[in-house]
C-alpha cells in the first residue's frame, strides 16, 4: 500500500488536539496525545520535538490573537492598554492554558512580537531599562491573573459566618459575571497605568 498523499499528523494537528486537552483537563502528555491521535509516541516526534516544543506551539497560538495597536502615533498610554486589552481578550480564551505556560520560558515569535512592542513604547516615553523589565512583569501578572478571573466562579466568594461586614458590603456591590471582571480589569488597568505614568513623570 503506498503512502498516503496527505500526512496524517502536522504540528497544527498535534497542537490543536494538545489544546483540546489541555481546555479538557488543564494539561497533556505525550502518551495521551499520542492515544488522542491513534498514533503511537515514536509519531510525533517526526513533527515536533517533544513537549516543551508542543507547549510553545499552544503559546503561539493564544498569542497570533494578541492584535497591537496599528497607530503609532498613540500616546504610550493608550498603546499599552490597547495590547494589554487584546492580551486578556486571548488568554480568557484559553484560562486553563495560563498556568502550564508559565512554567516554560517564552519562545514564540508571537510573543516576542508583543513584548518588543510593550519594550518600544515602553522605551520612548522615557523609562529605564529596569523599569521596563518591572512593568512588563507586572503587566503579566496583571493580565494573567485577570483572564483568569474571567474563568472563576459567577460567586467567586462563598457567603458565610467567615465573611466580615466590611467584605460583604464589598461583596454586595459586585456585578454579574463577567462584569464583576470587566470592571476590576478597567480599574486595575487604570491605576497600572496612572502609576506607571506617575513614574515616567519624574
Aim: proline share 7%; net charge negative; hydrophobic share 45%.
Amino acid at each position: 500500500m503506498g503512502r498516503p498523499p496527505v500526512p496524517l499528523l502536522s504540528t497544527d494537528l498535534i497542537a490543536s488536539i494538545a489544546m483540546d486537552l489541555v481546555n479538557a483537563t488543564g494539561g497533556f502528555t505525550i502518551p495521551e496525545l499520542a492515544r488522542t491521535l491513534k498514533v503511537s509516541p515514536s509519531s510525533l516526534y517526526n513533527h515536533v520535538s517533544g513537549r516543551d516544543q508542543i507547549v510553545e506551539l499552544l503559546r503561539e497560538r493564544a498569542m497570533s490573537e494578541v492584535v497591537l495597536p496599528a497607530d503609532a502615533d498613540l500616546p504610550w498610554t493608550e498603546t499599552v492598554a490597547g495590547i494589554m486589552r487584546s492580551y486578556r481578550r486571548s488568554y480568557a480564551r484559553y484560562p486553563r492554558l495560563i498556568p502550564l505556560l508559565t512554567a516554560h520560558a517564552v519562545n514564540s515569535s508571537h510573543a516576542f512580537t508583543m513584548y518588543n512592542a510593550l519594550a518600544t513604547t515602553l522605551h520612548r516615553a522615557g523609562f529605564t531599562d529596569a523599569d521596563i523589565l518591572r512593568a512588563i512583569t507586572l503587566m503579566d501578572c496583571f493580565v494573567l491573573g485577570s483572564a483568569l478571573d474571567l474563568a472563576a466562579p459567577v460567586e467567586p466568594w462563598e457567603a458565610g459566618a467567615e465573611v466580615g461586614p466590611e467584605l460583604a458590603a464589598a461583596l454586595a456591590t459586585g456585578g454579574p459575571k463577567p462584569a464583576r471582571a470587566d470592571d476590576a480589569f478597567d480599574f486595575g488597568l487604570d491605576v497600572l497605568l496612572r502609576g506607571l505614568a506617575d513614574l515616567a513623570s519624574r
